[in-house]
C-alpha cells in the first residue's frame, strides 16, 4: 500500500514515499495528508445486479427481515400501494419456509385483491399468490417448461413456488418498470456503490427482453450524458430458448453501447440453478434428508452441446462468455464450452470467466489455468449460515461438501480470481466480502467454526481479487486496478490500516472517500 500517491489530469503521476512526492507540490495543488488511513485502488465488482437491486428495494423488501416479519410488511407495502396493480418484491429466503417453497394460500391471505410476485433473495426462485397463477394461466394442466420446475401440491396444483425457467410463466406478466424508474434506480444504484469505494462492475445482466432492454438503456443515456461515472461492462443475456442466431443481435447491442464509459461486449449464460434449489447442475445426484441418493441431478438449463456451441459462437464475434455455474457438472460443461472454443476458434484474449464456482471436482481445477478461464467467485458464500449448513451440506454430503468455493485451491493451480458480490443476492459491500474470504467464518458470527479453512484467502489475495483480478476480467487492468503510473486515478480511501492488527475485522472498515479520475465522486 503507497506512502504518497500524486495525480494529475485524472491520472497517477507519482507513487512513493511522502518525501518524494512532496517535491511535487505546486501552488494549485490539493493536498490531503492521511495519519492511519489506507489508499486502495478503486474496488470493481465481477458480478453484481445494481439496477434491479435498486429497482428490488423499492418494491417490498424482505431481504433485512427475519421470515416472522414477512407478513407485516407485505401487509404494509400492499397497504401503502394501493395504486400498483401488482405487488413485487424480493429477499426471502430458501430457508425461511419448509422444503424453501412458500405456498400460494400464505400470500393470498395478505394479498387477496390482486397478483402478487416475490422473487427470492438467490434470484432463483419465486413465490406467487393463486390471483397470480390465474392471470397467467398456470394450472395443474400446465407441464413444467424446459429447464423450470412448478412446485406442485400432490394432485398437481401449483403450490405457489415456481423455480428456475418456470418463473417466466408469471414473471411475464408483470407490468415492467418505466424507463425513468430504470434511471433513478440506476443513478442510485451508483451512489450506493460508490460509497462503498466501488469504481467499475460488471452487470450480470441486462436482460434481452422489454423490461429489462430498459435496464442497457439508462446505462446508455448515463453514459450518453456523462452522469454515468462508474467503468461499466453490462452483460448481455443469452435466451436458453433460442441458438446462436442471438449473436448478431448481441453483436449489434454492443456496438451501440460503446459510450464513455460503458461496454456491452459480455454474455451471460445461466448454465445451472443454485444448491439450495435443488437446481445447481450435478455430476452425481443429491441426497435426500436421510442421506440417501435420489435421481435428482439439478438442471443444465442450457445442455452441454448447446453450451459449447453458445460459447463458440460467442467467442468467434469477439464477444466475452460470462457463465453462471455452481454445480460441479455446470462448472465442467462451462470449462468444456471454453476449451471447445479455444480448439475452434484458437487462443484469444476474450477473457471468459465462469461465476460463483460453488462446487468444483477437484479433477477440473487444473482446467482453469490450463484454459484461461478466470474464477469469478463472491466470498461471502464461503461459510458456515443457514443456506449452506441447512439447505447445502445435507444434500451434498460430505465428500462434495469439501469440493465448495475452493479459492485458494484455484490460485495454487495458478487460476486468476476475480470476485464480485452478486448483489441483491449477498451484500454489495467489497470489505465484507474479502472478510468472509480471508475468514471463512460469517461476519455475523465471527467467533463461529470457519468453513474449510484451508480454503482461506490472505488479506492480498482477496484485495487483489476485488482490484486487479476484476480489472482484468472486464479488460480494465490496462488504465485501472493498481496504483501505478500511468494509470487512471480511481482509487478509495478507507478509514484505517487494514494490516494493522488491533484495526478489528476488515468488513467493519468504512470508505471515506472514492474518486474515479481524480474526481471525488464520494465523500463520507
Known amino acids: 500500500m503507497p506512502e504518497a500517491v500524486a495525480v494529475t489530469d485524472g491520472r497517477i503521476r507519482a507513487v512513493g514515499s511522502k518525501a518524494d512526492v512532496e517535491q511535487l507540490i505546486g501552488s494549485a495543488t490539493k493536498v490531503m495528508r492521511l495519519n492511519g488511513e489506507t489508499l486502495l485502488p478503486g ?83 419465486a413465490w406467487v399468490n393463486s390471483r397470480a397463477l390465474e392471470l397467467a394461466g398456470t394450472t395443474a394442466a400446465t407441464p413444467d417448461p424446459p429447464g423450470g420446475v412448478i412446485v406442485r401440491d400432490p394432485d398437481g396444483t401449483p403450490s405457489g413456488t415456481l423455480r428456475e425457467g418456470a418463473i417466466s410463466l408469471v414473471e ?34 441486462v436482460y434481452d427482453t422489454a423490461a429489462c432492454a430498459r435496464q442497457l438503456d439508462a446505462y446508455r443515456e448515463a453514459a450518453d450524458s456523462r452522469t454515468l461515472e462508474a467503468r461499466v461492462v453490462a452483460a448481455l443475456f443469452w435466451d436458453p430458448r433460442r441458438g446462436v442466431e442471438q449473436v448478431e443481435g448481441f453483436a449489434e447491442h454492443r456496438q451501440k453501447a460503446r459510450i464513455g464509459r460503458l ?20 455430476l452425481d445426484p443429491y441426497l435426500d434428508t436421510e442421506g440417501r441418493p435420489t435421481d435428482n441431478r439439478g438442471m443444465a438449463l442450457v445442455p452441454p452441446d448447446a453450451l459449447r456451441e453458445a460459447v463458440v459462437a460467442l467467442d468467434r464475434q469477439g464477444i466475452q ?62 461459510c458456515h449460515e443457514p443456506v449452506m449448513d441447512d439447505r447445502t451440506i445435507p444434500f451434498l454430503g460430505p465428500e462434495r461438501t469439501t469440493w465448495q468455493y475452493p479459492f485458494a485451491s484455484l490460485l495454487r493451480q495458478s487460476a486468476r480470481l476475480a470476485a464480485g458480490s452478486d448483489w441483491p443476492v449477498s451484500s454489495a459491500n467489497p470489505l465484507l466480502e474479502i472478510e468472509v ?43 485501472t486496478g493498481t496504483i501505478e503510473v500511468g494509470k487512471l486515478a ?23 472517500a472514492t474518486w474515479v479520475e481524480g474526481v471525488e465522486v464520494y465523500a463520507r
Open 43 to 125: 474496488f470493481q465488482d465481477a458480478h453484481i445486479h445494481p439496477v434491479q437491486g435498486e429497482l428490488t428495494a423499492q418494491r417490498c423488501d424482505l431481504s433485512e427481515l427475519s421470515a416472522d416479519r414477512f407478513d407485516d410488511a407485505i401487509l404494509a407495502y400492499a397497504a401503502k400501494h394501493p395504486e400498483r396493480p401488482w405487488i413485487e418484491g424480493a429477499g426471502w429466503s430458501t430457508t425461511d419456509f419448509p422444503d424453501a417453497a412458500p405456498r400460494r394460500e400464505a400470500l393470498d391471505a395478505l394479498v387477496p385483491d390482486r397478483p402478487a410476485f416475490l422473487w427470492s433473495r438467490d434470484g432463483h426462485s
Open 172 to 205: 411475464g406478466h408483470v407490468p415492467p418498470a418505466t424507463a425513468e424508474e430504470h434511471m433513478a434506480a440506476l443513478a442510485s444504484a451508483q451512489r450506493r456503490l460508490h460509497a462503498l469505494g466501488i469504481t467499475a462492475w460488471q452487470d450480470a445482466s
Open 263 to 282: 461496454r456491452a461486449d459480455t454474455v451471460k449464460i445461466w448454465v445451472d440453478g443454485v444448491v439450495e434449489g435443488l437446481t445447481a447442475a450435478m
Open 321 to 382: 462468455a460470462h457463465l453462471h455455474a455452481i454445480g460441479d457438472a455446470a462448472v465442467r460443461s462451462a470449462l468444456d464450452a471454453i476449451e471447445a472454443a479455444r480448439q475452434v476458434n484458437g487462443p484469444s484474449d476474450l477473457r471468459h470467466h465462469i461465476a460463483h464456482i460453488q462446487v468444483i471436482h477437484p479433477a477440473d481445477l487444473p482446467r482453469f489455468s490450463e484454459l484461461g478461464a478466470v474464477a469469478n467467485m463472491q466470498p461471502i458464500w464461503a
Open 437 to 479: 474470504g480471508t475468514t471463512r467464518t460469517d461476519n455475523l458470527d465471527r467467533a463461529g467454526e470457519p468453513f474449510l479453512p484451508d480454503e482461506r484467502l490472505s488479506l492480498d489475495e482477496g484485495l487483489a481479487a476485488f482490484t486487479i483480478g476484476s480489472a482484468y476480467v472486464s479488460h480494465l487492468d490496462a488504465e
Open 490 to 512: 480511481d482509487l478509495a480511501l478507507l478509514d484505517r490500516n487494514l494490516r494493522d492488527p488491533n484495526a478489528g475485522p476488515v468488513g467493519d472498515a468504512t470508505v471515506l
